[in-house]
């Protein structure tokens, strides 16, 4: 294997693991939002079951 071809397979593992940090930062901020969602929508149910 040449030199350059090492550095390419080097890279493209690199990209990998920092595509797979990325999506895994993604799929835990999605849960985080979801379960803010949940909450709001919970404590507004509280507020009109109070309310009426």
Same mark, same amino acid.
């Given at each position: 294997? !040449?030199?350059?071809?090492?550095?390419? +397979?080097?890279?493209?593992?690199?990209?990998?693991? %920092?595509?797979?940090?990325? !999506?895994?930062?993604?799929?835990?901020? +999605?849960?985080?939002?979801?379960?803010?969602?949940? %909450?709001?929508?919970?404590?507004?149910?509280?507020?009109?079951?109070?309310?009426?």
């Amino acid at each position: 294997m !040449e030199n350059n071809e090492i550095r390419n +397979l080097d890279i493209q593992g690199n990209c990998t693991y %920092i595509i797979s940090l990325i !999506e895994t930062s993604k799929s835990s901020t +999605l849960k985080a939002i979801n379960s803010e969602l949940i %909450i709001l929508y919970w404590k507004i149910g509280e507020y009109i079951q109070k309310i009426f």
